[in-house]
């Protein structure tokens, strides 16, 4: 029910906004693959931001916080593919 209420908030654009961050980061980190990256996602929900963070720089170690036990077990499910992933 949270994904579906963050898109009824921001009236279905809640995965364009997210995915906004990711040009300027690869922009940063010269288009790098994420060798090397540490990427700490705070908030992180159910890890919709994750996914395109792994999708971006696969090779980063990326690592979700969220204060909600449940939101943190449905990223570990979206997850749980991406060997990179905390």
């Known amino acids: 029910i949270y994904n579906h209420q963050v898109e009824m908030l921001f009236r279905?654009?809640?995965d364009p906004m997210r995915?906004?961050?990711l040009r300027p980061l690869k922009e940063s980190f010269y288009m790098s693959s994420g060798k090397g990256l540490r990427?700490?996602?705070v908030g992180s929900g159910t890890g919709r931001?994750?996914?395109f963070l792994t999708l971006a720089f696969p090779e980063a170690k990326v690592t979700l916080l969220d204060l909600s036990f449940p939101y943190?077990?449905?990223s570990q499910e979206i997850l749980k593919k991406r060997a990179r992933v905390d």
């Open 39 to 41: 990427i700490l996602d």
């Open 12 to 14: 279905g654009l809640a």
């Open 72 to 74: 943190l077990r449905v």
């Open 19 to 21: 995915r906004l961050i």
């Open 49 to 51: 931001l994750g996914e």
